[in-house]
């Protein structure tokens, strides 16, 4: 009882002393989560436009959907599902953020609202975003970097690790890159040359926010990832989907373990104590 | 699952739990801060489920922490696509070799009926989270590769942040299902290791390696 007692108050001194992420302003809180894929008032980014949103949704419904869109989606909310099919099934990520902190970032853009003439934005055609932007026309030089930017050959100048850690390419690589994330061959056909520049910038995403914090791509870098996203997304565009070479990865690691293993059963002292 | 207790309160609970537990066990059965062989009643199977079992499970442990103490070291190793692939093909081979000796202990405890008397509900607890932690290692070594690089930067920081009693759960929370399946039961292992035979990490024999040699006779058969 007496233990019972004292693991209690220490467990309370711990948790009690226990300094929760701090509370932020609407406006940090709007250009570290939303920024990267909203704008309030300047049209269309990854995703829309929020200026006067909180006159467009219910504030319920708004604060649900900013939590978990994804939940939303999953639940079948029909207009949750429309957006996303809207913006080209790009889910927006799931976050953190407390009750108080949405509210924060809808008081925010009502405040950008009030603060500056509404301006009528041109409709966007059902193709989405990417088609909106004139091709670009990188120089070949420039893919190349992009490439070895995202396999580690060339180091990024800010001390990022290099994009395979976490992503894949459907390229001639044999055993490419990473799969916790998603697959950015056809991202740069998704989101176009703004949206995949916004993330790179300021990662919506938690975990790659995360990976790059204090680590922010330069300039010539984010135009060397952008330009390599173009030319993989040209060269796949109608080809069928590759599984991504686990299998090499896998049959190589058995080949090895068996390696190991067969040297203990040599090493097994194969002697008989006497009966 | 609630990301709050998975990622926040339930690590503290295990570092607790392991501090408190681990004074506790050593002041009130000292003599018992180890695991109960079972050498004697059986042996053979013991060598090739042994064996396996904790030589993988050592480069993985070893393999974890250089992620967590050198973040840097090992993003710099990793670098090179060639020795990143290299490192994680070694390790899932490590973590194939574990499953294997994991297996094989656990037929050996149910099919050697003697080891019945000497197997503890604990024992059976041990077994069942090692099965689930190797088996989500092995998953997401393969179906979320290149564990070695985004455990660095993901992880690391997360695991940081718990330690500076500042926790930031944003990322973890949002890693696959299985991944997060890895964490908590590590940090359920964590939090378990004096009230099982995972005590015998903290007494690793060290003086085995300075003190004067003992000259152990067999009567061999010759086979």
Redesign the interface.
Known sequence: MK?GRI?GL??IL??G?????GQSSGENLFQSTCAACHTINKGKLVGPDLSRIYDKRDQTWLVDFIRSSQKMIANGDSLAVALFQEYNQIPM????LTDSDILAIISYIRTVDSSEPAIVQPQETDAGLASAVPPPDYQQQLVERGRRLF???E?FGNGA??C???HFLQDASL?G????SLDLTSSYGRLGEAGVRAILANPP???M???L?NKNLTEDELEAITAMLWQINEENTGKPKQSGD?FI??V???I??MF??IH??LF?D?????A | MN?MFLFV?LP??AL?TLL?GSI?RYRYSGFQVSSLSSQFLESKQL??GN??FH?GLIFLFFGHLTAFLVPRSM?AW????IR??IL???A??????VL?GLILLIIRRIKTKRLHVVTTRMDIFVYLLLLVQVVSGLWTA??????S??F???LT??LYSILK???????V????FM?RVHIVSAFILVGMIPFTRFMHFLVYPFAYLWRPYQLVV??????
């Open positions: 233990h693991l220490l467990v711990v948790f002393g226990m300094k929760t992420q990520p799931d976050n953190q396999y580690g050959y180091a690790s290099s395979m850690s976490c055993i890159g990473g799969k916790l995403f938690p975990a926010n995360v990976a914090r686990g990865f896998l190589l690691s058995l090895l373990a190991f293993m203990l059963y097994y194969h002697r008989k104590l006497p | 990301g309160v503290y609970l607790l408190l506790y060598y090739f064996r396996p030589w993003l990793n670098q090179v696509p990143l692939q994680e093909f070694t899932l081979a490590f973590g194939f070799i294997t393969y179906f979320f590769r290149w564990g690089s985004w660095a930067m993901v920081p997360y009693f500042n926790p930031d759960v944003a990322a929370t949002q890693l696959p991944v067999w009567n061999y058969k010759k086979t």
